[in-house]
């Protein structure tokens, strides 16, 4: 689960981390609102309005300017509430934006000039330890930086026995070309960093930029933040930040129900009970030369009453050209997961795709008489290739 910019700010400043402050607000008279309670907090007139979705690149997209004025601020606030904000990581239509961050500009003059960095933090798989990634070239596409001088990119693997050690820290602010009250900064954004991603059991944290301000100071100008959604159960309070809008509509409707749905791309529906089989149907549908247009379980109980919301579920999709099921039938017996389809298909009535199932195990050649008798345009199989032949057939 993926929080907005603002709630990753605000849960990484309860930990200690020093951040770029702001105020959430969804019209434009609060974004006024909230720019002159921020003026009165930190004395600064200029402030910078951020689109609040879950997607990066906003800067690149216009969803990221500053103001100078209270003027602007109202001005610029109208312009990003309610546009579809489109970025290099969102799709062409873009992202709605329901509220905008209003954030003290951080960039002011002074001694020094400000200083961009890029800072992350996750589980290298490799070797099952969290890793701090770092560089000095931030605010940019850390991609590009990765392509084109990853000598720049540096990283710090943590010993889950011991934790962040302090002389890490230092290396870290060293690497980072930082001395002074940058260094000390440094050392303290990073080890509260790290006890954030640990205590909220997060899989992510992306900061880019971590600012280095004129005056020295080491905060948090973007925070993007990934939760082990498996962990979700003890935290309670951050798990009541999940913002629906942000998701896929037909996910969300699954998880309602409880059946675990992934959209994607392709043109045909699967419905499976198994992760596990899911996961071998779909590489099944693209031998078959199809592509598989979302991952769904079903679960143990594939009743006609689940199968009728799973095959609701995967008709939501336009680009769907065929559905095929494919079931295995050992504590749930064959016939009545067959009879569930073809009472739900009845129930349903309008479906104008071909389905195939393919019904293995307990009682699957009865199975596949209640469907082959059943006068409805559902085709049946018994083995895994049969069953993809006959996809590929009604695709071609
Ligand atoms: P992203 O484009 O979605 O990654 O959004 P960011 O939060 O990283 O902001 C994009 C860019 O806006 C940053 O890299 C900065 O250059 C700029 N920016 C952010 N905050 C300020 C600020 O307080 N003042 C100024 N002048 N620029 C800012
Ligand atoms: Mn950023």
Known sequence: MNLHEYQGKEMLASFGVRIQRGIVATTPAEAVAAAKKLTEETGTSWHVIKAQVHAGGRGKGGGVKLAKNLEQVEEIAGQIIGMNLVTPQTSAEGKKVHQVLIAEDVYYPGDNEPEEYYMSVLLNRANGRNM?????????????VAEETPHLIFTEEIDPATGLLPFQARKIAFNLGLSGTA???????????????IKTDSSLFEINPVLKTSDDKIMAVDSKVSLDE??????????????????NPVEVE?????????????????????AGLAMATM?????????????????????????????????????VKAILVNIFGGIVRCDRVAQGIVDAYKNMGNIEVPIIVRLQGTNADIAKELIDNSGLDVQSAIEFQEAADKVQAVLA
């Open 283 to 319: 590489d099944l549908i693209k031998q078959a030369g199809g592509e598989p247009a979302n991952f769904l379980d079903v679960g143990g109980t594939a009743d006609a009453e689940r199968v009728e919301i799973a095959f609701d579920l995967i008709l939501k999709d336009p680009n």
């Open 230 to 247: 498996n962990a979700l159960f003890r935290h309670k309070d951050l798990a009541e930040l999940r913002d629906e809008r942000e998701e």
């Open 254 to 274: 699954a998880k309602a129900v409880g059946l675990n749905y992934v959209d994607l791309d392709g043109n045909v529906g699967c419905m499976v009970n198994g």
């Open 183 to 197: 260094f000390k900064e440094m050392t303290k954004f990073v080890s509260s960093l790290y006890t954030a991603y």
């Open 132 to 144: 701090i990634m770092y560089s000095t070239e931030g605010g940019m596409d850390i991609e590009t």
